[in-house]
């Protein structure tokens, strides 16, 4: 298997978390949440190294998750653009912002293992085909980083996975993948 | 950053949005050629007044006091035609994205959903205003 073990793993962007512990120990004063009083401590300005937690955190699960959903995205566009060459100017800039999505996710985990190996793409027979499978994963990206931004434990984390929500967001509503 | 603080932060950012939108909106009313950008700007200007809306009300019901907007803000350049009128309005979505990202780091449940809607809300309209895409709007390279 080409996993890292997960026991290796800790997450290096750190907020306080929502949990018991993280709030006893925040240092900023908390005030009631305006929607639904649950309240929470102020985040971390820099990424900080776990100093302990339990390994296989719900947010290092998360991370390696994305970063497998945003691999994948990234084969997609490759594939597309490798076999249909009229697609690179489309494609190209799409795999672009899915290298740094995947740097920025590698960067939150202390282990530098790259995690589970990407697998071979099997590319639609037409370049219109193509484009619909990018575009279907474009959406499903958006709305997993999203679901992913408001499970995340960590606050850094959450704005990280929701600035990629937002990305693919922009980059589905682009007319060269619109159907 | 509290809750309650970040929702403040996002209401000043949407106060100043307003003003920036309001000095886009007059410029291009007088400028020839630009009923679609000015169409577009209303958009804007009606989406930015909903979201400071919505945040005064969540504000109020936390029970402090939203954040007043101020009388006039400073423009960071000279706003006297189409391309200043675009350069604006693109950055006026790009800093109140930051703000809202910012936010999504701060806040829990259904703000932190407002947040990420806002800030992706944001992402669309920057570039709706000619801005390239970015790989993490609102967050930036490191």
Redesign the interface.
């Known amino acids: 298997m080409g996993d890292s073990p997960s026991l290796s793993r800790r997450l290096l962007l750190q907020g306080a978390a929502l949990s018991g512990a993280g709030a006893a120990v925040g240092g900023c004063a908390s005030s009631p949440d305006a929607a639904d009083g649950r309240s929470r401590s102020g985040s971390a300005a820099a990424p900080v190294a776990d100093s302990g937690a339990a390994s296989a955190s719900p947010d290092v699960r998360l991370v390696e998750s994305a970063i497998a959903d945003e691999r994948a995205l990234l084969d997609d566009c490759l594939a597309g653009a490798a076999t249909f060459t009229g697609l690179a100017p489309v494609l190209d800039p799409i795999a672009a912002r899915q290298r740094e999505h995947l740097a920025r996710l590698r960067a939150a985990l202390t282990s530098g293992a790259p995690g589970r190996p990407s697998h071979p793409r099997r590319v639609p027979g037409d370049r219109a085909a193509a484009l619909r499978r990018v575009r279907r994963s474009v959406v499903d990206a958006q709305r997993a980083r999203r679901t992913d931004a408001l499970a995340a434990d960590s606050g850094p984390l959450a704005r990280l996975l929701a600035s990629m929500s937002a990305s693919h967001a922009v980059t589905a509503d682009l007319d060269a993948l619109s159907p | 950053?509290?809750?309650?603080?970040a929702?403040q932060s996002c209401l000043a950012a949407e106060h100043a949005a307003l003003y920036g939108y309001g000095v886009v909106g007059g410029v291009l009313a007088g400028t020839t050629g630009s009923t679609r950008l000015r169409v577009y700007a209303d958009e804007c200007y009606v989406a930015h007044r909903s979201r400071r809306d919505t945040i005064t009300a969540?504000?109020d019901?936390?029970g402090?006091t939203p954040a007043a907007a101020e009388p006039a803000y400073e423009l960071p350049f000279r706003v006297t035609g189409t391309a200043s009128c675009t350069a604006l309005a693109r950055l006026i979505e790009r800093r109140t994205?930051a703000v809202y990202?910012?936010a999504?780091?701060?806040?829990?449940?259904?703000?932190?959903?407002i947040?990420?809607a806002a800030?992706?809300d944001?992402?669309?309209r920057e570039?709706g205003w000619g801005a390239p895409?970015?790989?993490?709007?609102?967050?930036g390279?490191?």
Request: hydrophobic share 55%; charged share 20%; net charge negative.
């Open positions: 950053m509290s809750a309650v603080e929702l969540d504000i019901r936390s402090e994205a990202a910012s999504v780091a701060d806040t829990v449940d259904r703000l932190r959903v947040a990420i800030l992706t944001c992402a669309i570039v895409l970015q790989a993490l709007p609102g967050v390279r490191t």
